[in-house]
DNA sequence: TTATATTTTCAATATTTTTTGAAAACAAAA
DNA sequence: TTTTGTTTTCAAAAAATATTGAAAATATAA
């Protein structure tokens, strides 16, 4: 296969993978591209690479810095901005962890938090602090799964995925 | 707290926790109202209790019967179909892991094995087949743990996630 | 200081996704 | 068979989300 063609179907499939998952395609697509490139790119080189907007390319450039998977590089005598991808892998899944886990699992427990108080005095009620319970022990036992691999390098990482297939 | 609150606060954080992740809003929200249900629901009660049409409430039934998280039950004697929700929550992640991964993990990893075959004899098809190898490495390992996952029955689940957390 | 290069913002626009609701299809009862 | 209750479909409308592009802001150089 040709570079340009796996580039190509990289960029595209990330982005699709992303979509899937909540998560704005252009700005995943902005992070292949960067993962993929060996050098850091200009945000004129982002839209050009990519057909998108200034505008675009900035605000989705600006979104990866802010999950920690994108860092801005200055060259001396340049005025231009260049930016790079993180490329370790486990770095790149810890950020996604610690993002997505503090605006989406943590609000979560929040609310599982708040409604635990309702009293168990009908069946209604019952049957709703059954499931309550339930969600609520997964979801700490998640949480507390999410903050042993936030914690672990990339030797310790990799030890828990062997545990796990044993 | 009253049961009628919590209920409200329940079904409002599990819609936008799933919306958040990518999922149809309202099917989560058809979700949780059946998860918290006693007794399974028509259709009706389902439009009524979420205030939305009788076509938007067919079709997020379906779709939750397609992930495997509702089914459906026949009262003899009765014309109406009645919804209940699978209530055993590591069944509700089984069903979600396995509906997720066919979706949208396999499809990735076949992109994947097809871009592996371009030759790194270049800076560019160089960092390229870098980058390829590792995310490679990783999602054929998250897919295996996720197949362990599948597999394990509730006690097992409660154990792999114990040795997580040590 | 002013001129110039670059980045940021955000209202307007475009696109995608979701929802509606009425008609069609279906299935049980009369 | 026809009638009646129920579910399904899907084109059109609404809502949510993403993108553009030009003006404003910022920063460096002259």
């Known amino acids: 296969m040709e570079i340009q063609e796996g580039k190509q179907k990289f960029i595209e499939s990330w982005g699709k993978m992303a979509s899937d998952w909540g998560i704005n395609r ?10 993929i490139a060996p050098e850091p790119l200009t945000a004129d080189e982002v839209m050009e690479g990519l057909s998108i907007s200034r ?27 260049y930016f790079y991808a993180e490329k370790d892998m486990w770095t790149v899944v810890r950020q996604i962890i610690v993002h997505r886990k503090k605006k989406e699992l943590e609000p979560m427990l929040k609310v599982l938090d708040e409604v635990a108080n309702v009293e168990p005095n009908c ?21 507390q799964t ?4 936030i914690k672990a390098d990339s030797g310790w990482f ?9």
């Open 146 to 149: 999410l903050d042993t691999l």
């Open 55 to 81: 505008g675009n390319a900035n605000m989705n450039l600006r979104a990866l810095m802010d999950w920690g998977l994108v860092h801005k590089q200055l060259k001396s005598g340049e005025r231009k901005e």
């Open 26 to 35: 252009t700005m995943a697509q902005v992070h292949a591209l960067l993962l």
């Open 158 to 166: 990799s030890n828990i995925f062997l545990r796990m297939v044993r």
């Open 123 to 143: 069946p209604e009620s019952e049957t709703f602090c059954n499931v309550v319970k339930d969600i609520r022990m997964l979801s700490n036992k998640a949480n």
